[in-house]
Nanobody, 120 residues
Framework: QVQLQESGPGLVKPSETLSLTCTVS??????????WYWIRQPPGKGLEWIGH???????YVSPSLKSRTSISVDPTKNELTLQLTSATPADTAVYYC????????????WGQGTQVTVSS
């Protein structure tokens, strides 16, 4: 059974880059059958899609974040990464990585989430 685990700094200063890693265990990221997602939930708000990608596939990013966001998959390390530049307090949220079965449109694995606070 695949497991996802987010990791990264819990506190980021404004204007710095927010960097997170999602480590995948129990499954391979070479499989093109899945899409890998970053999703966040700001305090008191609903889930917000950040972007997603897949092995040797195109990366899609929310238009509101596109200019600041980089998402990548490294199958050699079994890692999904997120970089969000020029962080602001509005980027404070719980960040999740998740896996979607592309054909069935089924979410089959989520990380537990990691809190990131942007504050000086």
């Amino acid at each position: 059974q695949v497991q996802l685990q987010e990791s990264g700094p819990g506190l980021v200063k404004p204007s710095e880059t927010l960097s997170l890693t999602c480590t995948v265990s129990g499954g391979s990221m070479y499989v093109n059958y899945y899409s890998w997602y970053w999703i966040r939930q700001p305090p008191g708000k609903g889930l917000e899609w950040i972007g997603h990608t897949r092995y040797r596939g195109k990366t899609y990013v929310s238009p509101s974040l596109k200019s600041r966001t980089s998402i990548s998959v490294d199958p050699t390390k079994n890692e999904l990464t997120l970089q969000l530049t020029s962080a602001t307090p509005a980027d404070t949220a719980v960040y999740y990585c998740a896996r979607l079965q592309r054909n069935e449109k089924v979410w089959d694995s989520w990380g537990q989430g990691t809190q990131v606070t942007v504050s000086s």
